[in-house]
């Protein structure tokens, strides 16, 4: 088989832990696999570099935040590299360049347009283990870039598509994709399976398992992905297209998402078009809105509210100001103050009484909602951001029970 690895940060943070993953990756090898192992930068080395560009620089260009973050990822492949070499194992590092990963030039955000295989394909044919840089690439200036904030998940799962591969495993610190988060939610569960579109949902809402982009290219290329411990012998989460009947669960999970900010425009008149002309102002800014309440009309008047992530309130806030009179409402106000909490599955379209469950577990806790969504795989509800995690703990409990 070939097989694409992808080893995260925390996996190769120090010597003995990238000895464990040469380990795993010469298994495999040995086991008569093509190996293609994409890696990360060690432990907290991008935000320490980043942290060394502002002590130069606040607002760096760039282009050369870029050219510093793209060493983290190498000194991890050479590193590693030189751990297989030692092992006796044939070895290969290559950077984002050398593997031909074509992006655009939206440095910090790149888009990966294509894959030149012919190298890689080289490498393995001849018998080699080869270890790529993940998170970078080059643009068609020839100039180094980066896919973004955990993108090398993004790489190992575009070089898995490129390639042709059987599959696509992500090595990470936790065993795989969870009910809830483990570390604040008592009984949450590793899931055995999860459909890409669930997963784009757990991954949305701050399930930080998976980069969200890597999930919206498996899905388009069908690669097959699991998500499994560097550290403990498990097999862990596989996530693909369809779900067996045994691995399909009505409920896959219960996130929260704190990260938003929920704005009320009051007296928008209430005309065709008002709304239209509000979303595409925000829409026309690249600000994404998800969940939106308009309360009916009352005097010609109505007011709307919605949220949007909390990075772009202020953005957001200075844009309805500026266009306050083209608009013609008559008060704006932003609470960042609140948090989503949702439950994805992808039978829950099928299964009427779930909304009823959730809110129940909600109303028992004595917890309030402010606003509710709902789309076929996912039920959201907005509340108070102190409240969140209760509300997360006590949903799940709902539904998946306390654990033994
Ligand atoms: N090293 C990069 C980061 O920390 C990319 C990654 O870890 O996936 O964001
Ligand atoms: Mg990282």
Redesign the pocket.
Known sequence: MRIVQKF??SSVADAARIQRVAGIIAETRRAGHQVVAVL??QGD???ELIEKARDLNPAPSPRELDAL?CV??QISVALMAMALEAMGQPTVSLTGWQIGLRTDSRHGAARIRSIDGARLLQELEAGKIVLVC??QGIDEAGDQTTLG?????TSAVAIAAALGADKCQIYTDVEGVYTADPRHVPGARKLAAVSYDEMLELASLGNQVL?NRSVELAKRYGVDLEVRSSFVRAPGTVVKEELTPMERMIISGVAKDADIARFTVRGLPDRPGAALRLFALLSGADINVDLILQSVGTEGRSDVSFTLRRDDAVKARALLDANAAALGYRALAVDADVAKVSIVGAGLMDAPGMAVRMFEALAEAGLNIQMIASSEIKLSVLLRRAEADAAVQAIHRRFFGDGE
């Not at 904030?149 to 998940?153: F, M, N, T």
């Open positions: 995260g940060g990360s930068a080395t991008t935000d973050l983290g990822e993940g998170f904030r955990g993108g090398s998940d980069h």
